[in-house]
């Protein structure tokens, strides 16, 4: 899958720049491991709480690397957000436009 081979090739690239930017960078990342990325998208959760306690900021590739945690695994389960999300725009687009020609 296409979308697949994208989504964890910039999930790589996202978790490579947190752990520049990071003080404790993260275990070295599998990302076809489910497991492995269900706990690392729960240690990220659990850095940017604790980091927007003590600093009342998170860091911005903090939120990128938990949302291409996210969608990575998504699609390891068969289910692709943007496919969805784009089905939705168009048929909200549909029914405006159907409700536009009955006025």
């Known amino acids: 899958m296409q ?5 964890q090739e910039a999930l790589t690239l996202i978790y490579n720049a947190y752990n520049e930017v990071t003080p404790n960078p993260l275990a070295p990342l599998d990302i076809d491991d489910e497991d492995g990325l269900k706990k690392l998208l729960n240690t990220v ?20 690397l938990r ?12 289910c692709d957000i943007k496919e969805i999300k ?6 909200t687009a549909a029914t405006a436009a159907a409700t536009e020609a009955e006025k």
């Open 3 to 7: 979308r697949l081979k994208e989504s």
């Open 45 to 64: 959760m659990n850095r940017e709480s604790i980091s927007h306690i003590q600093n009342k900021k998170t860091l911005k590739e903090s939120t990128e």
């Open 67 to 78: 949302s291409s945690i996210a969608d990575v695994l998504l699609l390891l389960d068969g």
């Open 86 to 91: 784009a089905a939705m725009r168009k048929a």
